[in-house]
């Protein structure tokens, strides 16, 4: 398993800002993930943080939106930016400790999330 | 588009019942799990079922997993206080590590 830490928990912004969420592993991982959870709906990926190269966005999610950084293998940074009301959501990182094809790949270890609210 | 549907959206049973719940996918699949979520936190993973396998157990909990009929479904017997939570399922693809989540059941368990 692994222990995640995000920061901050929670916080209250204001629209047209930004916000840089922090995740941190105790160990190094090779995959790590962002995602959205908007209020009452289930998880949306946002995007896979790659160490040492841009991040990999899904549909509908894009870089100027939400930058991620992937310094090293157990730290990684989302900035949801320009906020909106809209992006009040909880967002969570996950990491995934499995190699492909392993016993645990695919299975899927979440920090505590972030619940940001944008007036 | 999301991968999975749960049914029931929302489940409230007494303590010590068994609750069900369902989910249902789209694609061939190389593993499905279910997670629980707690008031808004984390995600905790609960059971993984691997496309080759029928019913998995850990615990209280039972997965059964219909590869023919894309389906999937959790029991948890003797339902405990505790367990009131929100359950998730997620799909992974043959290959790609990334999860797709179902739309979720929020179960409450009354004491």
């Known amino acids: 398993s692994a222990v995640i830490s995000q920061k901050p928990s929670r916080d209250i912004c204001q629209r047209g800002t930004s916000l840089t969420i922090q995740c941190q592993v105790d160990s190094q991982v090779t995959m790590m993930f962002w995602y959205r959870q908007q209020p009452g709906q289930s998880l949306t990926l946002i995007a896979t943080a790659n160490q040492g190269s841009e991040a990999t966005y899904e549909s509908g999610f894009v870089i100027d939106k939400f930058p991620i950084s992937r310094p090293n293998l157990t730290f990684s940074t989302l900035t949801v930016s320009n906020m909106s009301p809209e992006d009040s959501s909880i967002y969570l990182c996950?990491?995934?400790?499995?190699?492909?094809?392993?016993?645990?790949?695919?299975?899927?270890?979440f920090g505590p999330g972030t619940r940001l609210t944008v007036l | 588009s999301q991968q999975g549907e749960e049914d029931p959206q929302a489940l409230s049973i007494q303590e010590g019942e068994n609750a069900t719940m369902n989910c249902s996918y789209k694609t061939s699949i190389n593993n499905l799990q279910w997670y629980r979520q707690n008031s808004g936190r984390g995600l905790v993973h609960l059971i993984l079922i691997r496309s080759n396998e029928r019913e998995k157990h850990s615990g209280r909990l039972r997965v059964t997993l219909d590869t023919s009929k894309k389906s999937s479904s959790l029991l948890i017997t003797a339902s405990r206080a505790a367990d009131t939570a929100s359950y998730f399922c997620a799909t992974a693809i043959f290959g790609n590590e990334k999860l797709t989540f179902g739309t979720g059941t929020r179960l409450t368990i009354i004491p």
């Open positions: 996950s990491v995934d400790l499995g190699l492909a094809g392993g016993p645990e790949y695919n299975e899927q270890f």
